[in-house]
């Protein structure tokens, strides 16, 4: 039901930054958690980051850890995902997710129960 719109991406160069966005319908956005998931060509969807619903408690995975940041604004409806020292090997179609509001992990695809069209980010180097 709830819709999410992805924004943000684009073509960058290696060691760039850029500031990926995701608005999402509903009046109840702040009663999940959120996730980022990205998918490069021939590879499965994998997890990148996810911010708990009054985003005090973020997640990232081990590869953008220390580069990408998760936040959120719940008066916007929106999450961000800010990706800073970029490399090439982060290219792909980055998603963002809504959570089950009772499944337990935040790095499993089968945890999220609505997606974002996607947007593309593509590094040069």
């Known amino acids: 039901q709830v819709q999410l719109v992805e924004s943000g991406g684009g073509l960058v160069q290696a060691g760039g930054s850029l500031r990926l966005s995701c608005a999402a319908s509903?009046?109840?956005?702040?009663?999940?958690?959120m996730g980022w998931f990205r998918q490069a060509p021939g590879k499965e969807r994998e997890f990148v980051a996810a911010?708990?619903?009054?985003?005090?408690?973020?997640h990232y995975a081990d590869s953008v850890k220390g580069r990408f940041t998760i936040s959120r604004d719940n008066a916007k409806n929106t999450v961000y995902l800010q990706m800073n020292s970029l490399k090439p090997e982060d290219t792909a179609v980055y998603y963002c997710?809504?959570?089950?509001?009772?499944?337990?992990?935040?790095?499993?695809?089968?945890?999220?129960?609505?997606w974002g069209q996607g947007t593309q980010v593509t590094l040069s180097s």
């Open positions: 911010i708990s619903w009054s985003g005090g408690s973020a």
């Open positions: 509903g009046r109840t956005f702040s009663d999940y958690a």
């Open positions: 997710a809504r959570k089950n509001a009772y499944s337990g992990s935040y790095y499993l695809l089968s945890a999220y129960d609505s």
